[in-house]
């Protein structure tokens, strides 16, 4: 992450940024029960800001992901047919590491990170009047992973504007492109 990119929720929160207040208000608990007692509450975070960030698009979010996996890396896309933006935020206990984030741009973005490496995933939705030809156009850019950050963003929009409404964060204006070519 970038310094000037927003942390919206981490699986690994820094344990001495909470001790003192965790103490004051678990004096009886040893370390490892304070570090348990952290991390419980930091995933009903999630689960609150999840709840926080629900909102809903006409369209389904288009996940971007670079993978890194044991053989390399691999791009691979999915969309997220609901719409919904709190369905970026899915993840399981097991994930060794995992962060959310709007980066200075204003688009959401995951590093998740796991034993072969680190996936990075981008999130973006797409644009209003937006046809199943451009779409598949896009798609298959996809595919086969020869497409460019401006053919991304001719067909879709970030989410971190509708984020920022939640936490009180703002983006530089991005110029919008058409979809055309």
């Known amino acids: ?62 996940v971007i992901a670079d993978l890194g996996l044991w053989d390399g890396r691999h791009t691979a896309y999915k969309e997220i047919e609901s719409g919904n933006l709190m369905d970026c935020f899915e993840t399981s206990r097991d994930t060794l590491d995992i962060e959310w984030f709007v980066d200075k741009n204003g688009d959401l973005r995951c590093n998740d990170y796991h034993h072969d490496g680190t996936n990075h995933y981008l999130y973006r939705v797409w644009k209003d009047n937006i046809s199943e030809a451009q779409k598949d156009n896009l798609r298959l850019k996809l595919y086969h992973g020869d497409y460019s950050r401006a053919d991304v963003t001719r067909c879709t ?13 703002t983006f530089p204006e991005r110029k919008e492109r058409s979809c055309e070519r």
């Open 1 to 62: 992450m970038d310094s000037r990119d927003r942390l919206i929720w981490t699986s690994q929160p820094d344990f001495e940024e909470y001790r003192e207040d965790l103490k004051a208000d678990f004096p009886e608990c040893s370390e490892d029960e304070l570090r348990d007692i952290l991390q419980q509450s930091n995933w009903d975070r999630l689960q609150f800001d999840r709840e926080e960030l629900a909102h809903l698009y006409d369209d389904s979010i288009l």
């Open 157 to 169: 929009k970030r989410l971190g504007d509708e984020i920022g409404k939640v936490y009180g964060w």
